[in-house]
């Protein structure tokens, strides 16, 4: 009977997961902690191994390396809540089979799981010897930032061509760069080829010249929607001929221009084996505080400038339609405008500090509303006890508002009581039930 070690701290999800292994007709060995899981690992053998990086003990990414260490060739799959670039390149670079992002996907790990299980396990495919750790430059928290994170790992461990896409300034000549500074190739040739920065009348040379230099390495084309028909058929046969990497940038909606005919529709295919969509920087509202207090770093070296909360806010309420470049442009126009330590919503470029004002109300009711998405995906994710009753879910919400409207009243019922206008008797009743306190 195959068998797979999973090491989980968080019980539900062990138990869930062990019942997932169960069905496939393997056997489930639990470990709720690194060193738990390595001393199961010690001389046993296993078909799979389902690693959570986030362990009370130590770093999923230290049990890896040292399973690795004493031997043990089982693929493992990566779990994590936060994922990181840093932590994706870095499983990748140790030799993990693959990498999944909680809220866990069951039926997806299920289909990994089935597909790995089999009467003759293979040794999974271990990271390129030239991959080697480089500075991490993208930042990002948020779901969609995390799943590129994947995207990115597995496009540096393989040697296909890359179509990134996404609208302008999201960073997706970064995370090319990213990818090739990361894969098999990183010491070989590498071109960037942009076409609009190329006569109209040169651009065709300009092209084959790029291709000649990238031979046998890697060719990054910005915005590849830029060539013409004629110049597209250069390149398909190009990458027909094999031995170049191509990684590819596209701003435009590559589907509609096929239709239309302004994009071959077998170039297309030969871009896109491996795919990663950058999400624009207004729908991943988390990361803002982060990307703006290192790029205001970056922009003020010498000096200690700290962002103001309500400054902050300005900046989650703003739309950001040149993204990622966008934001980076206001921290260098507030770094040269803030004369003191504080940089507060006057120092921001005046659209920013508009959008604060006009959208207060709106940005609120958005921030309330991704939170409670992101904590009902959380509470939905198919558990084996069925879904949680409607009325429990509602006590949890509450429990919470108690306690952070607690810490502000400085854990004075009374008083806040008074400052909401609360019936103290309901009050009582309510941290009774959901706090357990008199």
């Known amino acids: 009977m195959p068998r797979v070690l999973i090491i989980e701290d968080e019980y539900a999800l062990a138990a869930a997961l062990s019942t997932v292994v169960r069905r496939l007709g393997a056997e489930a060995v639990v470990a709720a902690s690194g060193q738990g899981g390595l001393d199961k690992a010690e001389g ?12 009370p003990d130590m770093s999923g990414l230290k049990v890896l390396s040292a399973l690795k260490a004493m031997g043990q060739l089982a693929p493992v799959l990566i779990i994590t809540a936060h994922g990181t670039l840093e932590n994706a390149l870095e499983a990748r670079r140790l ?7 909680k809220p866990l996907n069951l039926p ?35 779901p969609g930032m995390q799943r590129c994170f994947a995207v990115i790992a597995q496009a540096c461990a393989a040697d296909a061509p890359v179509l990134l896409t996404g609208p302008r300034g999201s960073g997706k000549t970064l995370a090319a760069q990213i990818i090739q500074k990361n894969s098999a190739r990183c010491k070989a040739a590498f071109v ?23 031979r046998e390495g890697t060719l990054i084309i910005e915005e590849i929607t830029d060539l013409s028909l004629s110049l597209q058929a250069i390149l398909s046969r190009a990458i ?65 400038i ?20 966008e934001l980076v442009t206001a921290m260098r126009h507030a770094a040269a405008v803030v004369t003191g330590s504080l940089l507060l919503p006057r120092h921001l470029p005046e659209a920013v500090a508009a ?20 904590w009902l995906d959380l509470q939905l994710t198919a558990p084996e006890d069925g879904l949680p009753l409607y009325d429990d879910m509602m006590a949890q919400v509450e429990k919470q508002m108690l306690i952070q409207l607690l810490n502000h009243f400085d854990d004075k019922p009374t008083r806040m009581a008074m400052a ?3 019936n103290r008797a309901t009050l009582r009743r309510k941290l009774r039930e959901l706090l357990g306190r008199d």
């Open 420 to 422: 909401l206008n609360m």
């Open 108 to 142: 997806e790990m299920q289909s990994c799981l089935r597909s790995l299980i089999q009467p003759a396990p293979t040794v999974p495919p271990s990271a390129p010897a030239a991959m080697e750790k480089t500075p991490v430059l993208m930042i990002g928290v948020s």
């Open 95 to 101: 030799g993990a089979h693959e990498y999944f992002l």
């Open 192 to 214: 960037t080829f942009r076409p609009d920065e190329w006569p109209e009348d040169k651009i065709a040379n300009g092209l084959q010249q790029a291709l000649e230099e990238a």
């Open 240 to 304: 027909s001929a094999g031995g170049l990497r191509v990684l590819a940038t596209s701003s435009g909606a590559l589907r509609e221009l096929i239709s239309a005919g302004r994009f071959r529709e077998d170039l297309y295919y030969q871009l896109a084996v491996l795919q990663l969509s950058l999400p624009p920087l207004k729908e991943r509202i988390e990361d803002i505080s982060a990307l703006s207090a290192f790029w205001l770093s970056e922009s003020a070296p010498a000096r200690e």
């Open 355 to 374: 959008a604060c004002l006009a959208d207060e109300g709106t940005h609120r009711e958005q921030t309330l509303s991704r939170a409670l998405t992101a």
């Open 44 to 55: 046993q053998s296993f078909d799979v191994i389902l690693l959570d990086i986030g362990l």
């Open 306 to 325: 700290v962002i103001a909360p309500e400054t902050f806010a300005c900046l989650k309420a703003y739309d950001w339609p040149g993204n990622v470049r």
